[in-house]
């Protein structure tokens, strides 16, 4: 779910600033099926990952996170 939430705000921004995944993943150092991936939710980024994706994408990590939800249980 974590996953998830943040490959759909990753593929979101990449859109946003006109990248694509080939672009993006090669200027990351990685392949563009990892990337693939990610966005997919099917892999989680890292934290240095996340950090590198902003950077790229010129957004600060905070804005790239996926909202928090707090329950009112």
């Known amino acids: 779910m974590e996953a998830e939430r943040w490959g759909k705000r990753i593929r979101a921004f990449r859109k946003l600033k006109g990248y694509t995944q080939e672009k993006l993943a090669k200027e990351l150092g990685i392949s563009v099926s990892i990337l693939g991936e990610i966005e ?3 892999r989680m980024p890292s934290d240095v990952l996340i950090g590198q994706i902003a950077e790229r994408l010129n ?3 905070e804005e790239l996170s996926p909202p928090t939800f707090e329950s009112n249980k």
Do not use: W
């Open 40 to 42: 997919r939710g099917n």
């Open 59 to 61: 957004v600060s990590v």
